[in-house]
């Protein structure tokens, strides 16, 4: 899922110029036995399958060995909100992410004791961590220097302090489409005007 992910876009581009590298880990690296297994059944009973705590510590545990400083992120229905400003500090903190994608009905508890932070991206559900992950390492790669084209690029856009403003309204040519007109002082030239209106 995440090869097709990164090798386009920004996140193609990121890596291009330097600004970031990726190491996918599959978890079933780090399986039980023969059959490579993951999940067990919930103690206390249940429906689903619950990820085993072995896999999970001992990917965690190889990934730790490739950068020690790097920051072990947890996505759950638990963690608090993740915002811009989450995203910021880790592009602005130079340290690497380990983002571990829990699947099934979830996981062991104990591998909490190993993860530094933990995030819900909203209050739905999703089948893994899988896209909330990629949420994660887009909002941040996206602030790293470089990436983006624009000296300010990432100055002026929606959630800059977490207060849930959004970026003005954008147009482009042509100034009338099917009866839609641009509003006339994007038109003007008056940049104080310009301003104001994006205000």
């Keep these: 899922m995440f090869k097709d992910v990164i090798g386009t876009s920004m996140l193609k581009k990121a890596q291009d110029v330097g600004a970031v590298e990726f190491s996918i880990i599959n978890l079933r690296d780090f399986g ?26 001992e990917a965690i545990e190889f990934a730790k060995k490739q950068d020690s ?15 811009q400003s989450n995203a910021k500090e880790f592009a602005a903190s130079g340290k690497g992410l380990i983002i571990f994608c829990p699947r099934y009905e979830g996981y062991d508890e104990r591998v909490t004791t190993v993860v530094d932070k933990q995030f819900c991206i909203g209050n739905y559900v999703l089948t893994g961590g899988e896209i909330p992950a990629m949420v994660i390492f887009d909002s941040v790669v996206r602030l790293l220097p470089g990436v983006l084209g624009g000296e300010h690029s990432v100055d002026f856009e929606s959630f800059q302090d977490d207060d849930l403003s959004i970026e003005h309204p954008q147009y482009t040519r042509p100034a009338e489409y099917r009866g839609l007109s641009v509003p006339e002082v994007l038109l003007s030239g008056n940049h104080q005007q310009i301003s104001k209106f994006r205000k």
């Design 32 to 57: 039980i036995g023969n059959r490579k297994t993951l999940d067990d059944t919930p103690y206390g009973g249940g429906d689903g399958m619950v990820l085993r705590p072995e896999p999970m510590f």
């Design 69 to 83: 400083e790097a920051v072990v992120v947890l996505p759950t229905p638990r963690g608090e909100l993740y915002k």
